[in-house]
């Protein structure tokens, strides 16, 4: 398997799978688009496995490279390859689509063909950001990947749809741009695109503390931090099922991953300096947001802005500059990638019966869903991150990271498992527990056997992750410890 | 007397394309009402053959001939052959819509081959005159065709406002030429270069500089208009949305590349010299067309309009490639700039031609498509042609993976180089605040329920050709490396000359 070209394959199967979909035409087609949506998913998926046991834990290099030429006159090459900190996002993007596909096999029944391809067109151009080693690759897909969400959110989404679809784009659009001068600065400093190259290349403070703006401003977001976090609640409730799970499970983790590949090495001192600010920030987001999300009428909302709490913890993992944090912020990654993916799925669940998202609608779901209370209930605690969940992990080591850092950002981030706790768990509680809270909810159905697979994978995961977490913290050690590495070495 | 018989070979495809013309002009006229179509084929053909004949002459070397008037490079040819495709998917696209209201009569087609041969004439000028003689075919021309549609009031309002404002910066920059003139006693494009250079190691008093800025800003301000920049734009969206669409096709297409052709000659070719003094204006011109275009066509509602203040904004764009050529007397830069610039022309030229190729199909007899609402719900109506229109739309906003992305990344990429940061960045600002009314038709396609759900009627010609040039616009985003070494190598070998 060594000799395939598995990363070309986990971009480009899906993206032409999509476009394969798409040619099945209108809605007549539906079943086929669907099949053949979910085939090309899991062929996706599957090629992505072999990253993970093909991997070699022991080095921080690249792994799985692909290098060809693509266009000499701006030096951009087709660079490829993963290591400890990318290796499991491309997994975890292309398990989640299949996940999406099967969520709105019945759910969408208007325009069936796009709606699939453009999931599959979006994967296979994150599994590509995940990838890139090239600035403008990276840069290419990462604004690519706006124009699938876009459509997703803008076509199949709510009633205030257009303006969460333009407020998403245009925020993004607005952060990367200004990131795209600063890669082409970058490149008129070294010659080439290449961002294993740009990890080497010296840089003076104030060029450092420029750049250090321009890629906070995109990755910033991005992740979303506070204050630049408002389009994300907008995006959530308007986005469909689908596109809320891809956003909060992938698109979220593109901004922290930029931190990772380009903030903390190419401008290891701007990023010392503004450290405090970055943690300051942080716990902005994890606090004050969290009291935020306590007060949410709409679940959808309530759970985007516990996403924001969540991805300010990862960025402020990053920026205490200790492997214990770094791996803490990854693990809470692709630890949220589950549960905010679970809890948005769960959500759509309820909306697809009873068409709303408010918490006052519901109540005593548990007497007519038994089956579903029971999987919300543990995605609930993992969001809440009650330990031998997946939730847990990931902020116990940011915690303990934080501890070596300062013991009062360490205190104030610890808050989240109160925080988490109440704002998750009493909005279960208003939704599922109590009497039952009107005719429509006498009248719900269990969930059926589609909903009950979906479900109960990402639960499995989300226990696996929260009792036996190595397998997914080995392979990281080497990539983290040579980033800090990075981070320590200066470049002035 | 001595008479020398001029070199006529590297002329050959104007020569071609004037016979032709004069040819189809006659025949025209004692033709019968019913072989008008004749017409039409037969200045496909002339085009046909003319793009032909440039390919097979086409070399690397740098031939001037017709005393001085004439220079036949590589960078005329690849404008040239540009410009004949150019025209030919215009007069393709533009069939059907001219044909539904009565105006594709041979003068049509002959107009276009006139103009045609404007532009030919101008990418080749070495010499004051021979721009000049072009540029006017090219202009009257347009005019004519502007106002083909006699009985539509509009038509003869834009018609009559394109023709004042046109001759007006005729004039400009006639005047700005006889004053280059005064100041160094050369009409000869290589010749006016060659004592500004001597002049500036030997300055002869402070008058005769005096009159060669005064010259130049003569005939920047003639150039601006040409290109539709700020602040000699007015005419951009009041010509587009006035003319009838198949002639906007052409305005807004091949002419950008003659312009972009008319400032290298003129700019690069003859003032290079002073190009301390012209980059500051187009910086000034690039900025404000920027800042204009986009946001006054973000107050569009009718899609000509708002493509004529987008074409505003991406002249200014090419502008911005064009400036970034010479910093503080150092040249290194200046090859990689005006490739970019003559990239960015390219591109802008095949986005234009799709956009406007999609208002001309989505039209019928009796129906302008020219509204934004017009495309709500198309993806209803036809995904395909709803897909094509994202793709023009998404590229001319400069998101990837479409060529307009590496249009911008290349003019980006120039000014970075030249220490221009701080316009790069406004650059990308001003795509930033472009990009929403991109996006809104998107909007309108994707996300609106359909209000007119009559069926696309067009040609087979058309959607094909409209289809191959959308796909254009996302392959040459993929693989846009063969377009920049194009241009790349056309400057090369013309500035070796």
Redesign the interface.
């Known amino acids: 398997m060594t000799g395939m070209p598995l990363l070309s394959l986990a971009i480009w199967v899906p993206i032409i799978g999509g476009l394969l979909v798409l040619a099945t035409?209108?809605d007549r087609n539906a079943p086929m688009a669907r099949s053949l949506a979910l085939v090309t998913a899991v062929i996706g998926f599957f090629v992505t496995i072999p990253l993970y046991t093909g991997f070699d834990n022991t080095t921080s290099a690249m792994q799985f490279v692909e290098l060809a030429r693509?266009?000499?006159?701006?030096n951009v090459h087709y660079y490829l390859g993963v290591d400890g900190l990318s290796m499991l996002f491309v997994i975890l993007n292309s398990f989640i689509t299949v996940i999406v596909v099967v969520a709105g096999w019945e759910v969408i029944k208007t325009?069936v063909a796009?709606y699939m391809a453009a999931f599959l067109i979006m994967s296979g151009l994150l599994n590509g950001i995940f990838s890139a080693l090239d600035g403008?690759l990276f840069?290419?897909?990462f604004?690519?990947s706006?124009?699938p969400l876009?459509?997703i959110i803008?076509?199949w989404g709510g009633a205030n749809?257009?303006y969460a679809?333009?407020k998403f784009?245009?925020y993004t659009?607005?952060g990367s741009?200004?990131m795209?001068?600063a890669l082409?600065?970058l490149?008129?400093q070294s010659g080439s695109f290449n961002i294993l190259d740009w990890h080497e290349l010296p840089i003076g403070m104030s060029a450092q503390t420029l750049l250090f703006w321009a890629f906070l401003i995109a990755f910033a977001v991005k992740v979303p931090m506070w204050p630049v976090h408002t389009w994300l609640p907008d995006a959530h409730v308007e986005a469909p099922t689908g596109g809320s799970v891809v956003l909060a499970a992938i698109a979220l983790k593109l901004g922290a991953y930029g931190f990772l590949r380009f903030t903390l090495p190419i401008v290891p001192d701007a990023s010392q300096a503004m450290a405090p600010m970055m943690i300051v920030l942080s716990l902005i987001a994890v606090v004050y947001i969290g009291f935020v999300a306590l007060v949410q009428a709409d679940m959808k909302k309530l759970v985007a802005y516990s996403s924001i709490a969540h991805m300010g913890f990862v960025t402020l993992g990053f920026f205490i500059f200790n492997p214990l944090g770094v791996e803490g912020a990854l693990v809470q990654m692709i630890s949220h990638g589950f549960v905010s993916g679970a809890m948005f799925l769960c959500i759509g669940v309820l909306y697809d019966r009873m068409h709303s998202r408010q918490i006052a609608d519901y109540g005593g779901v548990v007497n007519t869903m038994p089956k579903f209370a029971a999987f919300f209930m543990l995605f609930a605690m993992a969001n809440a991150g009650l330990p031998g969940t997946s939730g847990f992990v990931g902020e116990f080591m940011v915690a303990l990271g934080a501890v070596q850092y300062n013991f009062w950002v360490a205190f104030a981030a610890a808050t989240t498992l109160i925080l988490g706790a109440a704002y998750t768990l009493w909005m279960y509680k208003r939704v599922v527990f109590g009497a039952i809270g009107n005719e429509e909810v006498a009248k719900l159905e269990d969930i059926n056997g589609r909903e009950f697979a979906f479900l109960a994978i990402l639960a499995i995961c989300t226990l696996i992750m929260g009792i036996y977490p190595l397998p997914i913290t080995e392979v990281m050690h080497a990539s983290v410890n040579d980033l800090l590495q990075h981070v320590a070495t200066s470049k002035l | 007397m001595n008479f020398v018989v001029p070199d006529f070979a590297p002329a050959a495809t104007e020569l071609f394309v004037a016979g032709m013309s004069l040819v189809i002009l006659l025949l025209t006229v004692f033709m019968r009402e019913s072989a008008r179509h004749l017409g039409y084929v037969m200045t496909q053909l002339t085009l046909i053959v003319a793009t032909l004949i440039t390919i097979f002459t086409m070399d690397g070397q740098v031939r001037v001939t017709l005393s001085d008037m004439y220079v036949d490079d590589l960078m005329g040819d690849v404008l040239k052959v540009l410009i004949c495709f150019s025209v030919i998917t215009a007069l393709i696209y533009g069939r059907g819509y001219a044909a539904d209201r009565g105006f594709d009569k041979p003068e049509y087609h002959l107009l276009a081959l006139f103009s045609t041969l404007g532009m030919m004439v101008m990418v080749t000028a070495n010499h004051f005159l021979s721009l000049y003689i072009g540029l006017e075919m090219l202009s009257l021309s347009l005019y004519a065709l502007v106002a083909l549609d006699r009985d539509s009031a509009r038509s003869t309002e834009a018609a009559m406002k394109y023709f004042i404002l046109g001759a007006l910066a005729s004039g400009l920059l006639l005047y700005g030429m006889s004053m280059v003139y005064g100041a160094t006693g050369n009409l000869s494009l290589s010749g006016v270069a060659q004592a500004i250079y001597n002049q500036a190691a030997v300055y002869d008093g402070v008058s005769s500089k005096t009159v060669l800025m005064f010259g130049l800003v003569f005939i920047v301000a003639g150039l601006a208009f040409k290109l539709g920049v700020v602040p000699f734009h007015m005419w951009v969206p009041d010509v587009y949305h006035g003319a009838p669409t198949s002639v906007t096709l052409m305005i807004g297409t091949a002419p950008k590349l003659a312009a972009f052709a008319m400032a290298m000659r003129l700019l690069v070719g003859g003032l290079f010299d002073l190009a301390e003094h012209w980059q500051t204006m187009l910086m000034l011109m690039a900025v404000g067309s920027l800042v204009l275009g986009n946001i006054a066509a973000i107050a569009q509602t009718n899609l000509k309009r708002m493509l004529a203040y987008s074409g505003i904004s991406h002249m200014g764009f090419l502008l911005l490639g064009l400036l970034s050529g010479v910093v503080d007397g150092d040249h290194f830069n200046a090859l990689n700039a005006y490739t970019s610039s003559m990239f960015y022309a390219i591109a802008y030229v095949v986005m234009s031609l799709a956009s406007f190729g999609m208002i001309v199909l989505l039209s019928r007899a009796g129906f302008e498509a020219e509204n934004i609402d017009d495309l709500k719900g198309l993806?209803k109506r036809s995904?395909w042609f709803a897909a094509m229109m994202?793709i023009i739309m998404?590229s001319m906003a400069g998101?990837?993976?479409f060529i307009g992305?590496?249009a911008k990344?290349?003019v980006?990429?120039s000014l970075?180089?030249a220490d221009m940061?701080w316009l790069?960045?406004l650059a990308?600002?001003m795509?930033?605040i472009g990009?929403?009314y991109y996006?809104r038709v998107?909007?309108v396609m994707?996300?609106d329920e359909p209000v007119d759900t009559a069926p696309i009627h067009a040609a087979a010609d058309i959607r094909v050709l409209l289809s191959a040039n959308c796909l254009a616009i996302a392959f040459l985003g993929l693989l846009?490396?063969q377009l920049?070494?194009l241009c790349?190598l056309a400057l090369v070998a013309s500035f070796q000359g």
């Open positions: 035409g209108s693509w266009i000499p006159a701006f325009k796009q403008l840069y290419v897909f604004e690519a706006l124009i876009y459509l803008g076509v749809r257009v679809a333009f784009f245009l659009l607005a741009l200004l795209l001068v082409i600065y490149f008129m | 993806n995904s994202m998404f998101i990837p993976f992305f590496f990344l290349s980006l990429q970075v180089a940061v790069a960045v990308v600002m795509s930033l990009a929403f996006l998107v909007k994707y996300f846009p490396q920049i070494d790349q």
